[in-house]
């Protein structure tokens, strides 16, 4: 009787589990569904015309100390520079200026010493204001 229960209590769970997130995807449907059949803003520019911040990094290098490669258990600088390469539509007056940009470091190779967070103010649009970052590593110890 003991194994019987064991199975059916087993069996229930996994089919609870399972409907949990069916229930909740079937109730955030409807919200999705209406937001999608609004009318778009008027100010919405023509299709093809993307007024959005496009971040790309335009080159990196850990050799300003003139190294090529980092050794372990030393420090390095990694630098970079961001570009923009949104365009700005000059019909509508929108800017695709890229702001409070929030960098994020983390590795389980390298350590940062100067912070896990840089945070950048603003890089302007169609690679106007590039903007080159400098941050110090370390290899971590447990790495060879």
């Not at 959005?52 to 258990?73: A, F, M, N």
């Amino acid at each position: 009787m003991k194994k019987y229960l064991k199975i059916t209590l087993t069996l229930l769970l996994l089919i609870g589990l399972v409907a949990v997130p069916v229930l909740f995807a079937t109730q955030t449907q409807p919200a999705q569904a209406s937001i999608l059949m609004q009318d778009p803003p008027a100010d919405t520019p023509e299709p093809g015309i993307s007024v959005r911040p496009l971040l790309y990094i335009v080159e990196y290098s850990t050799t300003d100390d003139g190294k090529k490669s980092v050794s372990p258990w030393g420090e390095f600088n990694l630098s970079f520079v961001i570009g923009n390469n949104g365009k700005n539509d000059a019909a509508t007056g929108r800017t695709a200026h890229a702001r409070n940009i929030v960098l994020t470091f983390s590795s389980t190779v390298f350590d940062p010493l100067d912070g896990s967070v840089k945070t950048i103010y603003e890089i302007d649009a169609n690679n106007q204001g590039n903007e080159h970052v400098t941050h110090r590593f370390k290899v971590n110890e447990m790495q060879a």
